[in-house]
């Protein structure tokens, strides 16, 4: 199913036409991928919207009804959700993290130890606060990474195991007593922060984190097929995800009609819990493009969307000099990182058309989203297939994205 709008008048449709025959040939007819989802906008308005291959083993194709794991594409929203709290006074973007999660103040920087020997850590040079969760900047890390003793860690107490034995207040408490891997702003390192804010989130507003982001963002947002947990009677447009293994290809992981997403986890992750649809996020997306309102309904000021989107990283630097990460959403060179997305800092160092100011970010499961202020321009891209460096689709997407505005 493929849907032009040339609403603009700025896009080559026969280039946006042929954007949907480079995914069926080069990622569909090869089987890399089960299907592929796109959705273009500018100003808001879909100008694309094209939909491809089967959402079940052996069914249906795919359609706008459609529901996907977005995993790190919950991010942005769990960033959104704190900055409401800021604009409310509640909390601040400096805050320290221990003022509101007591569970981290005294936390200590790795210094030796591990694999059955305790940990030795020493001070770090600056506490975390709240802008080190928002920009992976905390010390944090994720399990796996599997490149140091400290994520070992993470694996062996199943810290960021969704569907494991820790509710999130057990997971702050777990995290709270295991050292950082460097001192707050040292380095840039793809993390847990995020799920991190998702506590702050629920500790500052006195509400779960599904009952904020229902009440205070999807609601408003007329967001109705986002959620942690598929309600029971729209299991049936939950789609199958896959996993990719060296020497076999994609593989089965979690099965639409049985999925794990089907009940609420234990876990809560601001970082990477959430399903929704194309065109759920694509109202996110436009609510970001035009500076935190839609329709009528103002999530966040628009001087708060201009700061989000700034690199903070220290110094001005991008991901290429500060990442100790093995595993990013995004290309390092000419990336910063602003507060819940990766920025567009230098288009040349990217090697990729865009433009400065451009945010985004996507989930392990291969879908994407980027927002574009200069172009008014925004995209959506869903599929089910992990890892999401697998293969290259997010630059080549943009590529021709960018090819076919005139």
Not at 22 to 45: H, M, T, V, W
Not at 49 to 70: K, M, T, V
Not at 203 to 225: C, E, H, N, W, Y
Not at 379 to 388: A, E, G, N
Request: glycine share 12%; net charge negative.
């Amino acid at each position: 199913m493929t849907v032009n709008l040339p609403v603009t008048g700025r896009f080559d449709t026969a280039r946006l036409a042929a954007i949907d025959t480079f995914l069926k040939e080069r990622y569909l007819d090869s089987g890399k991928l089960p299907n592929c989802q796109l959705l273009i906008a500018q100003g808001g308005e879909i100008a694309h919207f094209s939909s491809q291959g089967a959402a079940r083993e052996g069914g249906a194709s795919i359609d706008e009804s459609s529901l996907f794991r977005i995993a790190s594409m919950t991010k942005p929203i769990t960033s959104i959700a704190f900055m409401m709290l800021v604009e409310e006074g509640k909390v601040a973007v400096d805050t320290p993290v221990h003022h509101v999660l007591p569970e981290f103040k005294g936390l200590g920087v790795y210094n030796g130890g591990g694999g059955g020997v305790p940990f030795q850590t020493k001070p770090t040079t600056e506490p975390m606060r709240m802008v080190d969760l928002l920009r992976h900047t905390s010390g944090l890390t994720y399990g796996f990474q599997n490149r140091s003793n400290v994520d070992a860690a993470y694996r062996e107490g199943k810290i960021e195991n969704w569907h494991g034995g820790l509710d999130l207040n057990g997971f702050i408490a777990a995290l709270g007593k295991l050292p950082l891997e460097f001192s707050p702003g040292d380095a840039w390192n793809y993390s847990v922060s995020t799920d991190v804010l998702g506590a702050v989130v629920e500790r500052v507003s006195g509400q779960s984190l599904p009952d904020f982001f229902r009440t205070r963002i999807f609601a408003p947002l007329k967001m109705d097929d986002t959620f942690f947990a598929v309600p029971e009677d729209k299991i049936d447009r939950l789609t199958d995800c896959y996993t990719f293994v060296p020497g076999k290809g994609r593989v089965m992981y979690d099965r639409g009609e049985a999925s794990a997403w089907s009940r609420m986890p234990k876990l809560v992750s601001g970082g990477g819990g959430l399903v929704s649809t194309a065109l759920d996020y694509h109202r996110f997306c436009t609510m970001l493009l035009n500076g935190g309102e839609l329709d009528g309904a103002r999530i966040v000021g628009r001087k708060t969307i201009e700061l989000m989107t700034l690199n903070h990283l220290p110094g001005g630097s991008d991901l290429a000099a500060m990442s100790k990460s093995l595993f990013s959403e995004a290309a390092n060179a000419g990336t910063g990182f602003g507060l819940g997305f990766a920025v567009n800092v230098d288009v040349a160092r990217s090697m990729i058309p865009g433009s400065a100011g451009e945010y985004y970010w996507g989930g392990m499961f291969s879908t994407a989203f980027f927002v574009d202020p200069v172009e008014q321009l925004s995209m959506v891209f869903m599929t089910q297939m992990s890892p999401s460096n697998v293969y290259p689709i997010r630059r080549e997407l943009k590529t021709l994205i960018y090819s076919a505005l005139t």
